[in-house]
């Protein structure tokens, strides 16, 4: 048992990698002056991924001691402990966490690295969650040869990053993540700031050298969208990105951000050409950075104050993932990234998978919004039926009011989110901020913009906005699996993963894990593997019959090849037809004289 000793701040973390093979965290909390009967919670969920994960489950031996005795705990709920404590005395207690998740937003830990965020580790103290809170990272012996790095102040701390760091208050200790291991790192600067970037797992041949000469192009981008010239609300700024086999993710943080990519995304020492997943890799970076202002300071007013313990509700995610994403695309090309053509082609790909997701029509973005905590991260086969995503829809809502507000000549998306920052001081916004700025500097309401794109479930007015800026939207042919109405896995046969609503899959009776086996035509069955097997034996039939496993049973579907009368139209492409006048929006300049015929735009 450590010993009591007491320590400067209110409350002390004291956090040791202690068991790598049984991946263990080691926690010691002191608390100098509780309270009698002092309440401990650990969160339900992390800020930024919308989910409750109950990160008590991980928490084990849970003890307390005080004056050298030992403390009953009574567990009062899933996650809240009492200690049957006396006021004032320190408070000591000791528990283990296990660390098994490889991912952005829990704890790992194993023989080659270590990664926490403070939701996962740290139970708050009840009543002092404005007090200095002491974060400890001891240097066990089995990772002396480990390294640290943290967006926390250092304390008191060597120069591998092992010590004491410290928080203002619980929100800043949870909010900046923890990367351990022996990992790259480099430093450099943005606009005169200090910014770092880490990276643990990545093969030999990473291009080290390009990867931070882009992120620092990114940073300085998002800098001076916000500030112009002026300085972004942090002193210094830490990239942790774990790299993996296969993964995709990131979290932001007030200062940081922690990021997963695959290993092949990465750029190669002595290769010209990075892989194509590095700009998806690139935009990852951009929209976490992003971040920084836009949902981490700038935030919903329901989020003012996080509640740990529950799910915390707002109908805007639209607005902070949904924009965030529209720029962090936009900032790449912006920062000279990515050439037009590329931007173009990642545009189509939000318009599409929108398009393609018949729950657009069913629910709004801003229902989407605050549905997120039981919809959009516990998707299942039946999700693109009856939601859509605030990411890509809400990024689209985003598109079209800055080319809304751009061809009618007086302001800017730009300049809305930067009067947004200056009207809520950088805190807590409502819808309404986003009206009465919007009105404000354009000098009309778009109340019902907001009303039918926001809240509504019709289609948005892509075609004859982007036609407005020099970009051509036309219908364009469709992949197999979206002419089927259906979402496929070809890596072990054909397997059903969707079935989409008013498809011929559905018509057909098709249903979420069959096994497409073969299909009958010309008087023939003929094993398929891939969707587009089904083209190559079906040839001009128009109806065929597919054979599918389902239950151990093998079933017998009608299947039409071509939908009756027209079908719908939920592909398309973007192409460039007038250069000059969509430069002009995709370089952020300032719009040209206004169009005094412009207004209000309805609904696709």
């Not at 054909?494 to 498809?503: D, H, S």
Request: aromatic share 8%; glycine share 8%.
């Amino acid at each position: 048992m450590p010993s009591l000793r007491h320590h400067a701040s209110p409350v002390h973390y004291r956090v040791e990698p202690a068991q790598l093979q049984a991946r263990l965290y080691h926690v010691t909390l002191t608390v100098e002056r509780p309270a009698a009967q002092q309440e401990l919670s650990l969160p339900v969920w992390i800020p930024g991924s919308y989910l409750v994960r109950e990160f008590s489950k991980n928490l084990q031996n849970l003890r307390a001691r005080q004056g050298g005795h030992e403390v009953a705990l009574t567990q009062r709920s899933k996650c809240l402990w009492q200690a049957e404590c006396r006021e004032g005395s320190p408070l000591v207690l000791t528990y283990e966490v296990s660390a098994y998740d490889n991912s952005v937003r829990t704890a790992w830990l194993d023989a080659s690295r270590g990664f926490f965020n403070g939701t996962s580790l740290c139970l708050r103290v009840h009543g002092q969650e404005e007090a200095r809170h002491d974060l400890e990272i001891v240097a066990t012996p089995e990772v002396a040869h480990w390294s640290v790095a943290t967006g926390l102040a250092s304390e008191k701390t060597t120069r591998a990053g092992f010590g004491t760091y410290r928080a203002a208050s619980y929100d800043e200790l949870v909010d900046c993540p923890v990367e351990m291991g022996p990992f790259w790192s480099a430093r450099f600067t943005a606009c005169g700031i200090p910014h770092r970037l880490v990276v643990a797992g990545a093969a030999p041949s990473f291009d080290g050298e390009r990867l931070v000469a882009d992120t620092r192009r990114i940073c300085e981008e998002g800098i001076r969208f916000w500030h112009g010239a002026g300085s972004p609300p942090y002193t210094q700024y830490l990239f942790l990105l774990n790299v993996v086999d296969d993964g995709y993710g990131g979290l932001e943080h007030r200062n940081s951000t922690a990021l997963i990519c695959g290993r092949r995304d990465l750029p190669r020492q002595g290769e010209a050409k990075a892989p194509e997943g590095y700009t998806t890799l690139l935009g990852l970076i951009s929209h976490e950075h992003f971040h920084t202002w836009n949902v981490k300071r700038l935030r919903p007013s329901e989020l003012a104050r996080y509640d740990y313990a529950q799910e915390n509700y707002t109908r805007l995610l639209w607005f902070f993932e949904g924009f965030t994403s529209y720029y962090d695309d936009l900032l790449l090309r912006r920062a000279g990234l990515i050439d037009d053509a590329a931007y173009l082609r990642l545009l189509t790909k939000t318009v599409n998978q929108v398009l393609q997701t018949p729950g657009r029509l069913v629910q709004s973005v801003a229902d989407a919004s605050f549905d997120a905590w039981v919809k959009y991260y516990r998707q299942d086969e039946n999700t693109p039926n009856t939601t859509v995503s605030y990411y890509t829809k809400g990024s689209l809502v985003g598109l079209c009011l800055d080319l809304a507000l751009r061809r009618e000549g007086r302001t800017t998306l730009d300049d809305v989110m930067r009067a947004l920052w200056a009207r809520c001081d950088a805190g807590p916004m409502t819808e309404d901020d986003l009206l009465a700025v919007l009105e404000s500097l354009s000098g009309r309401p778009f109340a019902q913009e907001i009303a039918a794109w926001v809240h509504g479930t019709d289609d948005l007015p892509l075609a004859e906005l982007l036609a407005a800026h020099g970009v051509a939207l036309r219908a364009d042919t469709a992949q197999p699996a979206q002419r089927l109405g259906m979402r496929v896995s070809e890596t072990q046969g054909l397997q059903v993963k969707v079935v989409l609503r008013g498809g011929l899959a559905e018509a057909a009776g098709f249903a979420a894990g069959d096994e497409w086996l073969a299909i009958e035509t010309h008087g023939e069955t003929w094993r398929v593997q891939r969707l587009d097997d089904v083209a190559l034996y079906a040839g001009r039939e128009k109806r065929v019959t597919a054979l599918v496993a389902r239950d151990r049973r093998v079933l017998r579907l009608s299947l039409a090849l071509e939908h009756e009368g027209t079908a719908p139209q939920d592909t398309i492409a973007l192409s460039l037809g007038d250069a000059a006048l969509a430069r002009r929006w995709l370089d952020g300049q300032a719009p040209p004289v206004a169009d005094s015929t412009a207004g209000p735009v309805s609904a696709a």
